[in-house]
Each structure stands twice: as C-alpha cells, then as structure tokens.
C-alpha cells in the first residue's frame, strides 16, 4: 500500500505536490524572515565600527581586552551553573515523588509546581526584596549575605526555570520499564543499587537534557539579574549596558555573539543526545507502578510540599505587596493600586493589548508551528528543505529575548526592506513572540507527530484524499491534546515576555509586561506587583480553562486514548 | 424650493467638512522619556491648544528611548522628540538625525536651556524645557535607626559612618549615573574628581542600572542614602515615603528635558506646531508642575520638597563637554571601579 502510494506521487507530479512544496517554501521563509535574517543583521554589527564600515574582528579583540567585561563570562557560568545544579537536584527529587512513589496529593503538586511559569519574572524579583532585601522579613535566613548579587539571581531564576525542568524530568522517569526492577527484585538487590543501576541510566538522556535546557535559560535570562543582581554583572545585563546605557550597537552585538555560544554548544550537545535517546524505549517496555512504601511516601511528599510551599510564599507575597499602602512604612490594606495611576493612560489598555497579542501569538502560533512540524515529519521529498526548517526551529531557544528584539529593529527598519509596514504594528509583536518562543512549541509538536502512525498519511494518500484534508480531518483532531498545550504556552509566554518586545512595542501597542517594569522603574512598586499579579491571574485564569478543555477533549473526542 | 432644498444639503455639507477636517487631524508620532504619570497631563494641554493635532506616544525609560532612536536612524520612526534629556539630543544630532527649527518665541528663553548653536547665529537644533537635578534621597527612618546622619553635601557621603549605606547609578547603564559623575569631574578639578569618587566608592553598597532605582531603594528602606535625582525624590516623597531630597552644598550636576524635530519627517508643519507650543509660556507652566527649574524665566514658581535657591546651586554645566568626553570617562571609571564590583 505505502509503495503503491509512492508510486502515484512519483508518476503524478500533482497540484498537491506543488502545493506541499509551496507551504514549505511558506514555513521555510517565516523563519528566514523572522529569524535568521534579523540574527545575521545583528550579528554583522559585531564586526562593523560605529560608522558602520567593516572592521573584522577588532570588537571581539576589544572585549577581551577589557577585563570587566571578560569577567562576566565567568559569572554568568557561575549562576547559570550553580542556577542548574539547584533546579535539576529539587526538580529531580521531585519528579522522582510524582513518577516513583505513592506520595498523596500529586495532581495538586504538580499543578502548585506550574505556577511559577505563568508570571512575570519581575514577580519573584519583587517577592525577593520584600522577602530579602534590607527590610525583608526572612533576610535572617541569608545570614548577613545580599539578596543582591550572585544569590538573589540564583533565587530569582530557580523559580521561574523550576517548572520546566520539573515537565521534562517527569516525562524521562515515566518511561520506566518493569522487568527490570522486577528482575533486579528477584536477585535481591539493594534498593541503592537498583537506583544506580537501573533508575538512573533510564533517564541520563532525559536528565542530560534537562540540564542543558535549564543551563541555556538561566545563561540567557535577563529579567531576574537586572532587578536584583545589583552590580554582579552578567552577559545579558552587559548587553543592556552596552546597548541601553552607552548605545554601542556594535559591543552589544559581540556581547550577543559571546553569549550565543554557549547556548548553541549546549544546543547542539542537547541534539546530539536526544538522537541517540531514540532506541532508549523498548516497545515491550510494561510500565513500573509503585507500591506504597509510607516511610519514603511521606519524606518524599514533605519534600514536594515544602517547594511547593516556597512557590505560594513568593506568589503570595507579590500579591501582598501589591495590596499595602507603602511598604514597609505604611502596611494598611488598599485595592488603590490596582488604578495604575503611574501610567499615562491606565494600565487596564495595556493590559488589554497584552490580551490582544496572547490570543493572536497562541492562535496563529499554534496553527503555523504545528503544521511546519507536521510538514517535517510527514511528507517525503524535499528533505533539505524540512532539514533546513528544523534547524531554524531549533534555533530560537538559544536566542536571548533581548537579542532578538533588536535584531527586529535593525532588519524590519532597514529604510529599503519591503516588510518595512509591518515594524511599528501589533503583527511584528506577534511574529516577534511566536518565533522567541519557536522551539519549545516545534518540539512538542514533533513529539506528539512521532507517535502517530505513519500509515495515517499513506491511506489518505492512496484514497487520493489531498494531504491537507488529513491534516484537518484526522492529524490535528488527534493531536489535539498537544496542540492545545503548545497553544496555552504560547499564550502564556506571550503574556508575560519582555526583553524582546521592549524595544517594539508603539504607542498603542503598549503591553502589560513593559508595564511592570516601567511600573517599577518609576518607583511604583506596589502598583508594579499589582500589574504582575494581574498577569499571573489572567495566564492561570486561561491555564484552568486550557485544564477543563483538556479534560473534556479527553472525555469525549480522545476517547480512544484512554482505550489504549 | 430651492432653498428648502439647499437647506439640508448644507447642513449634510456642512456635517462633511467637520468629519473630513477631523479625520485629517495630524497624527504626531512622539518619543519621550516624561515620566509616565505625567504623559497624559502633557497631552491633554496641548491638545487643548491645538485640537487638530493627535499625539501617539512612545515612552521609556531615557536610555532606552534613546537606543531606539539610533536603532531607528535608517528610517525614523519618530516626528518630533518631546522630553528627552539634552545629553541624548546631543548623540542624536552629532548623527545628523534632528531638524534645525527656531520655534516662535525661542528668543524668551534662557539662554542656557536653548542649543549653543542658537547664540551663534543658527537654527538650533534643539530647545530645553526644564532642568533635571541631581540629588540625595535620605531616608530619615533608617537614618536615625542605623545611626547614619543626614549628609549636607557630597562630601559627607566619603565619610566613615556612610559605608555600606550609599547607592549609586552606575554611568555605564544609566545616564543620571553618568550626569553624577560629569558633574563631579567639571565641579572639581578632574584629578579632584577621580579622588572623591575614589573615596566615594569604598562607601558605596552598590551600583544600580537604573538612575531612579537609588532613591527608590532609599524610599522603601532598602538603602539610607540614594544618589539620584530630585524629580525622583520630590514624587516619592508625596507618595509618602519617608524621606528627605537633600541638595549637596557644592552644587548640583544637572541635565535638562529638550524638545526636537527629526529630520526627514513628513510632518514638518505639525511637528513645528508643538515645538511652537513646547517652549510657550503655558508650556513651561506645565512644566514647572513637575520641575522647579524651567526654560522661560520668570515662570518657575517655587514647589513642593525644592528648595527656593535651587538654581545657584545647578552648576555652569559643559553638556559639550560631558558628550565629548562621555567615552574617555566611562572607561576610565570602568577601569577603578567596575573591576572590583563583586564581592
């Protein structure tokens, strides 16, 4: 049948192949648009003098002969690293409780878990002054250290990044194979042995790649440093300095460039093992179910609860200082601050723009990346092509936000570029945030493709069904589940990003997100938090409707999901 | 009959005229660095003077502005820059981007607030609204608590008890860190300059990217003494923070908000409209809402949490001087102080 099938779309050159062909070239040229040809823009003002006339590498000779700002590749290592080393051990831990014990509560953990992704990064920035800082109530706790510095940035990025790496490491322990514990039981093996033996080989790839996809977000964070690293300086505050502060375009870009490699290098090892992580998982594999062991149950949901509990404290906190007069001198209760009156025209219009780009980046978003996805993995032919695409899809994650964003400049300003309309509208936000946030989307989406089988496309193809009438009546009504993740991610991220939209953004397309810290910046802080707050709201508020859908997707359309 | 017939159709006329004259109102594209709460005020006023012209903002923070502009040098986006500090006007017309214009009564003005150019003869290439004064914010709470007194001037800030409770914009990302600094290095003699800061340093807590953040972190206790400026202080003091805005005693670096048109925008007649009005009386009145020093002489009146005999404190700053120098003194301070930055 497959063959057959082949054989028809060699001999019959058709319209559809033309049309296959078409949207490839179509996803292939948005991320050249929107992608790589503002990277390249970018990247050739490292090696431009401020004139603008080509100067080969003497930037890159300059920077590392300025010792302040060589200094700051060992620091950015030394957070990022030390920022790695604390979330992957807590998001280890517990992922282990989720996947390998009978500890109670699990569903509401992992749901307490997520929420830190849904807020701004000035949230747990704020929460830590007020928890910290000079005034704080627990500053006890650092025992005369400074929040401000090396660990209020690893405070700082652990909380945000913690979600992430607790998804990917409870997805690598879940794939666990039950002959082996059994085999291991039968011959009497330690319960330490079996754990070194058997537990963590299965997930090295998993937990490798955790460790570099967290590596590569706290490298190019720039949100949690800026608030509250204080003077330690980092790459991605040296990029705001060159750039902001002394509007060096030219240094900002070699900064950008340094801080592109260790990125791509943790990128490419990232690839290199998720490709040999395929033969991991046998189809025979019998997934392993725990059995209650109470002692190990309850260390592990004390454990749980107590990050889960440092969660609420850091949320609640926000939502503390956005709710007192003038802290700490004046803590009477006021709903006074959630009026923005720090903004020009009320923060409630730029919080409705935020509304307004969430929706568009998750709607287009997820349509444009699940269906590039679906032309990758599921048409033959043109293989440079689909290769082509997914190495640009790839690509974004290792892009700081701030980076891109003037990279946008440069190139959708450029006075001859034909795209020039769009710089200044609310469809360069939208492009900009849906290729910043590429990646993550792609690789779900590939994930869920994979699973489908093959044989899909080869009936609808031997039924002469055109290709986009499987797409819509059968690939994407059955991958739905992930299509509706990718789609809240996008929302969510769209909500809350700023390092990129920063220098896009037009007077009437201000965003919620520009306003916390414009918000901040003007000494407003309580009114800060409130506007963070209502970001967090609003993202959870869309994150419980995107948990009810699922559930009833699952319920009802994806039923045979649960046969399985 | 004929005019039973007119009667209507003039009116619909009539009606035509007003919609078409208000769908034609100019739509000014305009960046700016006024703070936020103020923007609104800023706009309506003009608009009260000049219905047919809509302002679209786009605001941040000055450096942040100031980088977009550049970025946007190859085809600007901007019509007319309303408020952005004078230091940034510089940079912006050392590159050719702004429009020579004597706005209708740049005469009146201070001399010193208006582009030097002017005095010899020129177009100026820009004109000031008010001045923007370097200040301490001294939290009296956590002074007398910590036993940290309240500094006079300068000075006092190198003195023992002051370690550990000064913070301060770091130049190299904030241009009120760098107004700090300039000023110093013109008050005093340049080797002068270098040895206060040099003093200075070992008292610092730490530097911030932002200039507003100082006083902001003195307002909420975060530290006792703030270097920043007065607009700053003034604002969070009525916001009920309890704190102090000192002026030291040897004088006050200052910049100052300027106005411009930018060369090549297709809006030129409007955009010399609100230059016209940004350097009027009423203007400046407005401006001195916000700002004890203005452009138009004779307007300032005295305000709240400024002192009355702020303008001899301002020192005869050299903005030439400053811009022309900007990257030697940066350097240099990276070279003594950013080095030694971690603890």
Redesign the interface.
């Known amino acids: 049948m497959m063959a057959e099938s082949f054989v028809k779309s060699a001999t019959k050159p058709s319209l559809e192949s033309l049309i296959r062909l078409l949207a490839l070239l179509a996803g292939v040229a948005l991320l050249v648009v929107g992608l790589l040809f503002p990277l390249l823009t970018m990247l050739i003002k490292s090696l431009q003098d401020r004139a603008g006339d080509f100067i080969g590498l003497a930037n890159f000779a300059h920077y590392f002969q300025?010792?302040?700002l060589v200094?700051s590749i060992a620091?950015s290592l030394r957070v990022a690293l030390m920022t790695t080393g604390v979330v992957v051990g807590l998001a280890f831990l517990c992922a282990y409780g989720i996947t390998r014990t009978c500890m109670p509560g699990k569903r509401l953990f992992r749901m307490l878990a997520i929420l830190p992704i849904l807020a701004p990064s000035l949230l747990p920035a704020i929460s830590l002054?007020y928890l910290f800082?000079?005034?704080g109530f627990l500053r006890d706790l650092l025992a005369g250290q400074?929040v401000?510095?090396p660990i209020g940035i690893v405070m700082g990025m652990s909380f945000w990044i913690f979600p992430h790496a607790l998804m990917l490491l409870t997805t690598a322990l879940t794939n666990s194979d039950a002959r082996l514990y059994e085999a291991a039981d039968a011959l009497g093996t330690p319960k330490w042995r079996t754990f070194l033996t058997i537990t963590l080989p299965g997930v090295r790839y998993g937990l490798i790649s955790c460790l570099f996809v967290v590596f590569t977000l706290a490298i190019t964070d720039f949100g949690v440093p800026?608030i509250i690293g204080?003077?330690?300086?980092v790459l991605a505050?040296d990029v705001?300095?060159q750039?902001?502060?002394?509007?060096n375009?030219q240094m900002g870009a070699v900064v950008s460039v340094i801080l592109l490699l260790p990125a791509v290098l943790s990128f490419i090892v990232d690839r290199w093992i998720q490709r040999r992580q395929v033969a991991q998982l046998s189809a025979r594999a019998v997934p392993w179910q725990p059995s209650p062991s109470p002692l190990r149950d309850w260390i592990f949901t004390l454990l749980c609860y107590t990050v889960a509990g440092v969660i609420l404290l850091v949320i609640g906190t926000a939502v503390y200082a956005s709710l007192i007069?003038?802290?700490?001198?004046?803590l009477s209760f006021t709903l006074e601050h959630y009026t923005f009156?720090?903004?020009?025209?009320g923060g409630w219009g730029a919080w409705f723009n935020s509304l307004k780009l969430a929706f568009s980046v998750a709607l287009v978003g997820t349509l444009v990346i699940f269906f590039n996805a679906w032309l990758i993995e599921k048409s033959e032919g043109y293989r440079p092509l689909r290769q082509g695409l997914h190495f640009m899809a790839m690509l974004p994650m290792a892009v700081p936000g701030m980076v891109l964003g003037?990279a946008y400049?440069?190139f959708f300003?450029?006075?001859g570029n034909p795209l020039?309309w769009l710089?200044?509208t609310m469809v360069i936000l939208v492009l900009n945030t849906l290729v910043h946030f590429y990646t993550v989307c792609h690789l779900t989406s590939v994930t869920a493709l994979k699973q489908l089988d093959p044989e899909f496309e080869a009936v609808g193809a031997s039924l002469k069904v055109p290709f986009w009438t499987t797409f819509s009546r059968i690939t994407l009504p059955v991958s739905l589940p992930a299509v509706l993740d990718i789609s809240v991610y996008l929302f969510v991220n769209a909500m809350t990003t700023v390092s990129a939209v920063?220098?896009l953004?037009?007077?009437?397309t201000r965003l919620a997100s520009v306003a916390v810290l414009?918000?901040d910046?003007?000494?407003?802080?309580a009114s800060a938090a409130a506007m963070a707050v209502l970001i967090f709201l609003t993202s959870l508020v869309v994150k419980l409707l995107h948990a009810v859908l699922t559930h009833v997707l699952l319920n009802n359309a994806q039923r045979w999901r649960l046969v399985s | 009959m004929m005019p039973r017939r007119l009667f209507p159709s003039t009116l619909l006329a009539g009606a035509a005229v007003a919609l078409a004259s208000n769908a034609q109102a100019t739509e000014l594209?305009v960046y700016t660095a006024v703070?936020?709460?103020d923007?609104?005020k800023y706009?309506e006023r003009f608009s009260a003077a000049h219905p047919d012209i809509d302002i679209?903002?786009?605001?941040?923070?000055t450096?942040?502005i100031?980088?977009?502009l550049?970025?946007?040098k190859?085809?600007p986006?901007a019509d007319v820059i309303w408020g952005l500090a004078a230091t940034s006007l510089l940079?912006l017309e050392e590159e050719g981007m702004l429009e020579r214009y004597a706005p209708a009564g740049v005469e009146n003005l201070d001399p010193k607030f208006v582009d030097v150019a002017y005095r010899d003869g020129e177009d100026p290439a820009w004109v000031g609204m008010d001045a923007w004064v370097a200040a301490i914010c001294y939290n009296t709470?956590e002074g007398e608590r910590q036993g940290v007194p309240m500094p006079t001037s300068w000075e006092a800030l190198t003195q023992p008890e002051f370690e550990g409770h000064v913070i301060m914009p770091?130049p190299?990302?904030?241009g009120t860190g760098y107004l700090d600094v300039a000023s110093w290095l013109q008050l005093w003699e340049e080797d002068q300059g270098w040895d206060y800061m040099d003093r200075l340093h070992s008292n610092i807590a730490?530097?911030?990217?932002?200039g507003?953040?100082p006083?902001?972190l003195a307002?909420?206790?975060?530290?006792v003494v703030g270097v920043s400026f007065a607009f700053?202080g003034a604002?969070?003091k009525s916001?009920?923070?309890?704190i102090e805005v000192i002026f030291p005693e040897e004088g006050l670096g200052w910049d100052m908000e300027a106005a411009a048109i930018m060369a090549g925008t297709d809006k030129l007649e409007a955009a010399k409209t609100l230059m016209d009005w940004a350097i009027s009386r009423e203007a400046n009145e407005l401006y001195n809402e916000g700002y004890a020093v203005v452009a138009y002489p004779g307007v300032a009146q005295p305000i709240d949490n400024y002192p009355a005999d702020i303008t001899d404190l301002m020192i005869d700053a050299d903005f030439q001087w400053a811009a022309v120098n900007r990257e030697r003194v940066?350097a240099e301070w990276?070279?003594r102080y950013?080095?030694k930055?971690?603890?």
């Open positions: 300025t010792p302040t200094n620091n002054v800082g000079n005034q400074s401000y510095g800026k204080g003077q330690f300086s505050t705001y300095r750039v902001v502060g002394q509007q375009f007069q003038f802290w700490p001198y004046n009156q720090g903004m020009a025209d003037l400049i440069f300003n450029q006075a020039n710089y200044s920063v220098f953004y037009n007077s009437d414009h918000l910046e003007a000494g407003y802080f | 594209t703070e936020s709460d923007l609104q706009a679209n903002w786009v605001r941040d923070s450096g942040v100031t980088a977009r550049l970025a946007e190859d085809n986006q940079v709470i770091n190299n990302s904030s730490r530097y911030t990217h932002s507003s953040a006083c902001s307002a909420t206790g975060e530290t700053r604002r969070l916001q009920g923070a309890p940066l990276q070279r950013d080095g930055t971690e603890q």
